[in-house]
């Protein structure tokens, strides 16, 4: 697997945000988790890319461990937070230039100009970071976690800040990568979107898993007989929300 999670629990303090979780990724699955404000997702997917290190339990990219192999591990993986942090001085191009000498990274000319045009950034290369919108600066870090062709990809939010012809241009983004082997894995609010990309879902609640599968293989369990076929009305019933409510 691409993805290993073993039993992952971390705490702060004596706050728990994630408990005893344990999940997979494979090549080419394109994986959402989904769970209410305050469920752990981030903390996990903080975790995953090696900024946190696990209270208990084991994280493995690609076979290794990211903590007693990090260097190896993180070579595997590209993390775009839901916040895009940018350097203040560096052109969108500078950046480009920056992960690609980080990561020796070939024919970055081509790669770049390939990511500019399929990001809708181009004739943005000479552009720093303040002289762009939230989602310019979201599709930057983007750019910058796929221009080195990472054969792990986490997605915290990946949607924020973008206009309709954006959100469904990151969404073919998101579906190319996992077509072309990638094992990626997508945190968002956006149960459409979660449910139209991804071959499998993981729902949080509370820091615990509470589902895993596909959205038919959740419907067809027998404790969400009641709940209803889409992923919305699943989701409100894995975590204990009101149908009326929206998910958070």
Same mark, same amino acid.
């Given at each position: 697997? #691409? &993805? ?17 979780? @344990? ?7 394109? +994986? ?19 900024? *946190?290190?696990? @209270? ?10 990211? !903590?007693? %192999? ?21 052109? !969108? ?10 990561? @020796? ?26 002289? $762009? @919108? =939230?989602?310019?600066? %979201? ?7 796929? +221009? ?5 990809? $986490? ?11 954006? &959100?469904?241009?990151? =969404?073919? /983004?998101?579906?190319?990568?996992? /077509?072309?082997?990638? #094992? !990626? *894995? !997508?945190?968002?609010?956006? *149960? ?10 993981? &729902? ?6 509470? #589902? ?9 369990? #027998?404790?969400?007989? %009641? ?5 919305? %009305? &699943? ?14």
């Amino acid at each position: 697997m #691409a &993805i290993t999670v073993e039993g992952l629990t971390r705490s702060y303090g004596p706050l728990t945000a994630v408990s005893d979780l @344990s999940f997979s990724v494979g090549p080419g699955e394109i +994986v959402g988790l989904l769970g209410p404000n305050g469920a752990g997702k981030t903390t996990t997917l903080r975790v995953l890319a090696g900024i *946190l290190k696990p @209270s208990s339990g084991r994280v493995a990219i690609g076979g290794d461990d990211i !903590v007693t %192999q990090p260097i190896e591990a993180k070579k595997r993986l590209a993390f775009m937070p839901d916040e895009p942090h940018l350097f203040e001085y560096l052109t !969108v191009e500078e950046h480009l230039r920056l992960v690609a000498r980080l990561y @020796s990274v070939p024919d970055l000319d081509a790669r770049a100009r390939t990511l500019l045009d399929e990001l809708e950034l181009t004739g943005k290369e000479r552009s720093l970071p303040g002289e $762009l @919108s =939230r989602g310019m600066r %979201q599709k930057v870090v983007i750019a910058c976690g796929l +221009v080195r062709d990472p054969s792990v990809l $986490l997605f915290d939010e990946p949607l924020t800040g973008l206009d309709p012809i954006g &959100i469904r241009r990151m =969404r073919e /983004t998101i579906v190319r990568r996992g /077509t072309a082997g990638a #094992a !990626v *894995l !997508v945190s968002s609010h956006l *149960l459409h979107l979660v449910e139209e990309v991804c071959t499998r879902i993981v &729902i949080m609640n509370q820091g615990r898993k509470v #589902a895993d599968g596909s959205v038919a293989e959740l419907a067809a369990r #027998a404790d969400l007989a %009641q709940a209803g076929s889409t992923l919305e %009305q &699943i989701f409100l019933t894995m975590t204990g929300r009101r149908h009326d409510e929206r998910p958070g």
